[in-house]
């Protein structure tokens, strides 16, 4: 089974940055972690970075050169992830340094590739706790996305749970044999210190446990020595066993004795075994005796001894509570060195930022100030204009009522004259109409005259004209029942048209006649 792959993250809050950069860098001498061995500090590398840098003002540079969003960070903002990628001892005990270091630098190429270049703040490999955690790397990836610092987006549960898979497999094409962790598994990781106690803590315990069940397996033995030697105490009470001789009535002997029951039973019960069987017996019990005997022996030896490992063990664990203790006070005084060091940083750069951000407060209350002023100025002459435009509105106003009193007594006399001129109307109407209904009477009258009178004298005419233009010789032929036909038919063409013309002429004077009337 190959080794696994261990690759954890942690969430870096802004506070927790310059910690970061003190521990990856060995910028101090570390006291928490007894494990570091500085004399190899020097083979330490990190493979984004070409020297120490300060964490901060690269990931300013980052952030700035993305962030798109106008609104601040919030106070807990996750600032950075950074990703512990390593091993076990077995995994690296084969490989020479230029193996480790292609490992890491491809474990860097694939953050790079999947985060973006742009986005990886640090790839710092430590090969100097071989006696800890062993070789392995901290790469830290600052999480934008669309113009954001967003780490929830960026590293969710799923994009985590692929990363713990993909990552072995582009480790294993770059020709590493090394598996994923197991999946779902619930194992937490512990600093080197507290993994040295509990593990001191779990020898006592067993030691502990060891010797109660010594302690039960004694009695058990002690239990059955003691039933033997009951065993043996019967046996030789056979000879102290009291009986009486059986006599008769006159004083004879009969051979027979008398004793106790219990004495009886007895006896039956061990005369039930021969006596190879006896012996046998006796030789099998002295052996387990014997047995027993050296194993109480040795439990009792194993005993001291355990009583001697936990002794030891307690002597160990004290020391090394005692030196846990003191790698706590170190660290609680190199904290308090860090916390004042960042705690002056802060100071410093929330003082920049209130300077800043009170003169772009006093240079914008300025602005407002003087806007306000304009505005007011403004609105000063806009009441000013619209006063008198209320004023004027207000006197137009009172004309426009008279002049709307006015219009309402001329309206009513308009009223009045046109109902009367309506009426007067009415009349002249029937009146025309009586008079255009004897007007057309008349003129179809006049129509069927000028038809007769035109018929009569276009026929006359006509003869007139052939008499005049025909030869005399020719005027006995002249057909007059042909000839009086021709002329009715050329007067019945010419009689609608004068028909037309003469009422064209009737409606253009009856129409002349309505707007007379109308005016």
Same mark, same amino acid.
Request: glycine share 4%; with cysteine.
């Given at each position: 089974?190959?080794?696994?792959?261990?690759?954890? $993250?942690?969430?870096?809050?802004? #506070?927790?940055?310059?910690?970061?950069?003190?521990?990856?860098?060995?910028?101090?001498?570390?006291?928490?972690?007894?494990?570091?061995?500085?004399?190899?500090?020097?083979?330490?590398?990190?493979?984004? #970075?070409?020297?120490? *840098?300060?964490? $901060?003002?690269?990931?300013?540079? *980052?952030?700035?050169?993305?962030?798109?969003?106008? !609104?601040?960070? !919030?106070?807990?903002? @996750?600032?950075?992830?950074?990703?512990?990628?390593?091993? &076990?001892?077995?995994?690296?005990?084969?490989?020479?340094?230029?193996?480790?270091?292609?490992?890491?630098?491809?474990?860097?190429?694939?953050?790079?590739?999947?985060?973006?270049?742009?986005?990886?703040?640090?790839?710092?490999?430590?090969?100097?706790?071989?006696?800890?955690?062993?070789?392995?790397?901290?790469?830290?990836?600052?999480? $934008?996305?669309?113009?954001?610092?967003?780490?929830?987006?960026?590293?969710?549960?799923?994009?985590?749970?692929?990363?713990?898979?993909?990552?072995?497999?582009?480790?294993?094409?770059?020709?590493? &044999?090394?598996?994923?962790?197991?999946?779902?598994?619930?194992?937490?990781?512990?600093?080197?210190?507290?993994?040295?106690?509990?593990?001191?803590?779990?020898?006592?315990?067993?030691?502990?446990?060891?010797?109660?069940?010594?302690?039960?397996?004694?009695?058990?033995?002690?239990?059955?020595?003691?039933?033997?030697?009951?065993?043996?105490?019967?046996?030789?009470?056979?000879?102290?066993?009291?009986?009486?001789?059986?006599?008769?009535?006159?004083?004879?002997?009969?051979?027979?004795?008398?004793?106790?029951?219990?004495?009886?039973?007895?006896?039956?019960?061990?005369?039930?075994?021969?006596?190879?069987?006896?012996?046998?017996?006796?030789?099998?019990?002295?052996?387990?005796?014997?047995?027993?005997?050296?194993?109480?022996?040795?439990?009792? &030896?194993?005993?001291?001894?355990?009583?001697?490992?936990?002794?030891?063990?307690?002597?160990?664990?004290?020391?090394?509570?005692?030196?846990?203790?003191?790698?706590?006070?170190?660290?609680?005084?190199?904290?308090?060195?860090?916390?004042?060091?960042?705690?002056?940083?802060?100071?410093? =750069?929330? @003082?920049?930022?209130?300077?800043?951000?009170?003169?772009?407060?006093?240079?914008?209350?300025?602005?407002?100030?003087?806007?306000?002023?304009?505005?007011?100025?403004?609105?000063?002459?806009?009441?000013?204009?619209?006063?008198?435009?209320?004023?004027?509105?207000?006197?137009?106003?009172?004309?426009?009522?008279? =002049?709307?009193?006015?219009?309402?007594?001329?309206?009513?006399?308009?009223?009045?004259?046109?109902?009367?001129?309506?009426?007067?109307?009415?009349?002249?109407?029937?009146?025309?109409?009586?008079?255009? =209904?004897?007007?057309?009477?008349?003129?179809?009258?006049?129509?069927?005259?000028?038809?007769?009178?035109?018929?009569?004298?276009?026929?006359?005419?006509?003869?007139?004209?052939? @008499?005049?233009?025909?030869?005399?010789?020719?005027? *006995?032929?002249?057909?007059?029942? *042909?000839?009086?036909?021709?002329?009715?038919?050329?007067?019945?063409?010419?009689?609608?048209?004068?028909?037309?013309?003469? =009422?064209?002429?009737?409606?253009?004077?009856?129409? &002349?006649?309505?707007?007379?009337?109308?005016?």
């Amino acid at each position: 089974m190959g080794s696994k792959l261990v690759c954890r $993250m942690q969430k870096v809050k802004k #506070n927790d940055v310059k910690g970061y950069q003190i521990h990856n860098q060995r910028e101090r001498e570390s006291k928490t972690n007894p494990d570091i061995d500085a004399s190899l500090s020097h083979l330490n590398r990190d493979y984004i #970075n070409a020297q120490h *840098i300060s964490y $901060m003002e690269k990931w300013k540079e *980052i952030f700035e050169s993305q962030n798109e969003s106008k !609104r601040a960070l !919030r106070k807990d903002a @996750v600032f950075l992830n950074e990703f512990v990628v390593g091993s &076990d001892r077995d995994f690296f005990k084969d490989m020479d340094q230029s193996e480790k270091e292609r490992f890491f630098k491809v474990s860097t190429d694939f953050f790079k590739d999947r985060y973006g270049e742009q986005n990886v703040l640090y790839s710092v490999a430590h090969f100097d706790e071989l006696k800890g955690a062993g070789a392995h790397a901290h790469i830290a990836i600052v999480p $934008m996305r669309d113009g954001k610092l967003q780490s929830k987006n960026v590293f969710d549960r799923n994009e985590l749970k692929a990363l713990q898979s993909e990552l072995p497999q582009y480790l294993q094409k770059h020709g590493f &044999d090394i598996e994923r962790g197991k999946e779902g598994s619930k194992a937490q990781h512990i600093d080197t210190a507290t993994y040295k106690i509990l593990k001191s803590q779990e020898a006592v315990l067993m030691a502990e446990q060891q010797r109660e069940t010594i302690q039960s397996e004694t009695k058990l033995l002690e239990a059955k020595r003691e039933s033997l030697k009951e065993l043996f105490d019967k046996v030789e009470r056979i000879d102290s066993v009291e009986f009486q001789e059986q006599k008769t009535v006159f004083g004879k002997e009969t051979g027979k004795i008398l004793i106790d029951r219990e004495d009886f039973e007895e006896m039956r019960n061990l005369a039930m075994m021969t006596v190879p069987e006896m012996e046998f017996k006796n030789e099998e019990l002295q052996r387990e005796v014997n047995i027993l005997q050296s194993k109480i022996e040795e439990k009792d &030896d194993r005993i001291a001894s355990l009583e001697k490992k936990y002794e030891i063990g307690m002597n160990n664990l004290q020391k090394k509570y005692e030196r846990a203790s003191a790698q706590a006070e170190r660290y609680k005084e190199g904290l308090d060195d860090v916390v004042e060091e960042l705690v002056t940083e802060r100071l410093e =750069e929330k @003082v920049s930022e209130l300077k800043g951000h009170h003169a772009k407060d006093l240079e914008r209350q300025m602005s407002d100030t003087n806007m306000f002023a304009e505005e007011a100025e403004k609105l000063e002459r806009r009441l000013t204009t619209m006063t008198k435009h209320a004023n004027a509105l207000e006197d137009e106003y009172s004309g426009l009522e008279k =002049e709307h009193d006015e219009l309402k007594v001329t309206n009513k006399e308009l009223v009045d004259t046109n109902n009367s001129l309506h009426a007067e109307f009415q009349k002249m109407f029937q009146s025309v109409k009586e008079m255009k =209904e004897r007007f057309d009477k008349l003129v179809e009258e006049r129509v069927a005259d000028w038809k007769h009178v035109m018929r009569a004298s276009i026929h006359r005419a006509t003869r007139e004209w052939l @008499v005049d233009k025909m030869p005399e010789n020719q005027r *006995i032929v002249l057909d007059h029942t *042909i000839d009086v036909k021709k002329i009715n038919q050329r007067s019945n063409e010419l009689i609608p048209e004068l028909t037309k013309e003469r =009422e064209a002429v009737i409606e253009k004077r009856l129409r &002349d006649r309505e707007m007379d009337m109308e005016r």
